[in-house]
Every structure is written in C-alpha cells, then in structure tokens.
C-alpha cells in the first residue's frame, strides 16, 4: 500500500539522490513535481522526457506561485523547445538548473516566503 505525502504547508526538500528526494521526511522515489497545490510523481527521467503534458501540475497551479525552478538531472540543461513554449504561453518562466541547485534555490525561495514551485528530476 502507497503511502500518502502528509505536509503542513509546502515541503522543503530534505534531501535528493539515490534516485528520489526526502520532503518533510519522507522519501519519494523518481523524479516530482512540488507545487503550493501538493506534490506530484513526475514521470521525466531526463529533461528530454519532459513533455507540455507532463506539466500539467505546473499550469494547473500556475496562480500559486511566482517562480518555477526546474531540476533538470546531474547537469544544467535545456528544457526541449516545445515545453518551453508551452510554459511561456502560460506566462510560466522556468529557471533550469542541475537538480542539486535547484533544491537549493527551491528551499532558499521557500524560507523567504516567496511563491516557488519546483520540477526536479531525480539523479543518481
């Protein structure tokens, strides 16, 4: 039986590697998507499994927050022009950054009280 992300609030990461991240303790396998609506699995394994449908969660929540960070794996990456087209044409900027910066950047955000959602590609 799955269990269920239980947060007060949006959840900083705790944690990332080994193939998943550690939110407000508790450990998510494969890449996720953190929004002030709740987290999502994220189904990319790379930044070219990216996909204008695999935001969806992004657009959906797109009122909620200010900033998109976007974990794109091991290295800084380009997000597949067709994503970012997708993104602008919902007035959603993402900044694409290595996974690692980009929990950094997420939780640094998040202690400012600044409206951030991440998308973070798990790394190994």
Do not use: K
Request: charged share 20%.
């Amino acid at each position: 039986m799955a269990t269920r992300p239980r947060f007060d609030g949006q959840p900083f990461v705790d944690a990332y590697g080994d193939g998943g991240f550690r939110l407000a303790g508790q450990r998510f396998e494969g890449s996720v998507i953190v929004t002030p609506q709740g987290l999502f699995p994220w189904s990319a394994r790379n930044i070219e499994d990216a996909t204008p449908a695999s935001f969806s969660a992004i657009v959906e929540a797109s009122r909620s927050f200010d900033f998109l960070i976007v974990g794109a794996g091991a290295e800084t990456a380009f997000l597949p022009s067709a994503v970012r087209r997708h993104l602008e044409s919902h007035t959603i900027f993402p900044d694409v950054m290595a996974t690692g910066s980009a929990c950094r950047t997420y939780n640094l955000m998040l202690s400012e009280n600044r409206r951030v959602a991440a998308a973070l590609i798990a790394v190994p």
